[in-house]
């Protein structure tokens, strides 16, 4: 208790995460089994939604989560990177894709790929670390091409890398440039760069080579769903904890967080503080819970990864006050959907509950009821994004959440700026 | 001069111009000096009001980002009243105020950190 203590006053919560993950890995299944399960992580095509919890069962995926938050931490040490908002997002958003999706295979062509942009541009590799942490959302590429296709290995594993290195290396330049497209009101602004390349990949893979992309099974597993929310809950405590026990005086600090309207590029660790933005970060988390916990949504592997990156998020641009309008609005359709549809929500829609909270800058900046409008219609533009894309990118609510900002964004700011011309007239 | 950097001066001078704008100033100037490594932006208005003068303050005076310049710049000179100089403050590596008589010169700059 007392190391637990003294951890959370040292503000290593990042390294202690992993030591959870990677020893609770151990204490729910033995080696063999573990091993067993990684290997199928790795050989899995890991397309939109490879939940690697029925893949690989908990140990396995927990082992996964562990190692790639592991690789990231310590390059963010060979980098000298200090904290902040966007790189703790990453951190979070990472290891919770890689309960569905990124493992360590199929992530590094990637970040190769940015080493040989940034060498290119003549930039420090760090420089670009914001687009490094959250590039492996278009990770499936690299697997697909390699088990997904049926090539023979030499052709797969070449074909894999490659696509992975270019990804990596023009990832930089589409991400800085579709930032304009929604004004720096979706949050996962790489998610939609990473959409539009998908988009193309989806093209030549079915149009020039006959692939049907939605062949593979979506299944996801609900078998350790109590597990998960524990571990949600001791995770969104230490956070919340940390904050005040390096800070008793802490809420102080949280009007100027909340009072953000959470557009990009807004580092809550930076303009707030960090022991805030920690509890903020918990404070996420516990929303994220109570959501799923309202709407009976079971954690599998995808709900998870929307948990860990809400709760990144929460040091880079979301908050209660712009969260949860959006929320209420996906929650609408969640709810709507079974009986306008007759058939019940699936864990796209599940997951669509807590990604929309990419377009959370817009109920920061425009009000709960625009944000609740928003949310709504993020909802329902969802599913035909991940059609659009072909599953090969992980942040398939970052893809539609570009489209929705810059749809409701211009229209918004037409209707406000209408307003203040009206008051300062009169 | 890289082009990046060009792209970068270009916005900053965008976001200062509409900044001061959209404070309701329309007697303003706005030097920009380019020098081989280093660039000044001089505005200088004339009796700026106290709180014009700490929002830039406020906002300016960060610390510069390098991830910035790589993530987030393009939106600099497209901006809101809550938004307003967030991006640009980190991009900017020092502030210098002067105050002659009624007018008040405000000085960034910037240092180019990208090779030829």
Known sequence: MINLYRALKKKMMLPMIFIVLFTMAFLFDDLSSIAQGYLNILQSPSVLISDYLHIGGLGATLFNVATIMLINILMLRALKLK??????AGLLTIAGFSFFGKNIFNTIPIYFGIYLHARHQRLPFKSFIIVVLFSTGISPIVSFLIFGTGWPYYIGIPAGTAAGILTGFTLPAISAHVIRFHKGYNLYNIGFAMGILSMLYAAILTTLFGFDLFVFESTTSEAYHTELLVLTLILSGIFIASGFINDPHVLKKYPKLLNSTGRLVSDFIRDAGRDISMVNVGVMGLISVLAITVLRIQINGAVMGGILTVM????????????IPVMLGASIWFLLSPI???EEAGVGLAIAVLFVTAVAPIAGRFGIFLGIFAGFVHIVLTPFTYVFQGGFDLYNNGFAAGFVAALLVPVFEFLTKKKEVEEGEA | ??????????????????????HGYKNYTL???IEEKVTYFK???????????????????????LEVETYGWELI?????KTELEILGLLIDE??????????????????????
């Not at chain 1, 990144?312 to 969260?323: D, E």
């Not at chain 2, 060009?6 to 111009?17: G, N, P, T």
């Not at chain 2, 505005?43 to 610390?63: D, F, G």
């Not at chain 2, 502030?95 to 030829?116: A, N, Q």
């Open chain 2, 31 to 33: 030097e920009t000096r």
């Open chain 2, 43 to 65: 505005l200088s208005i004339q009796n700026p009001s106290k709180a014009m003068l700490e929002k830039m303050k406020e906002k300016v005076s960060r610390e510069r980002e």
């Open chain 1, 312 to 323: 990144g998020f929460g040091a880079f641009g979301k908050h209660p006050r712009n969260s």
């Open chain 2, 77 to 81: 000179g497209d901006i809101d009243e």
């Open chain 1, 83 to 88: 904290m902040s908002g966007p790189i703790f």
């Open chain 2, 95 to 116: 502030m210098v105020i002067e105050k002659k008589e009624d007018m008040t010169h405000i000085t960034l700059i910037r240092e180019s950190r990208y090779k030829e």
């Open chain 1, 340 to 342: 306008v549809t007759g």
């Open chain 2, 1 to 22: 001069m890289n082009n990046q950097e060009v792209k970068i001066i270009s916005k900053i001078i965008r976001e200062l111009s509409h900044y001061v704008m959209i």
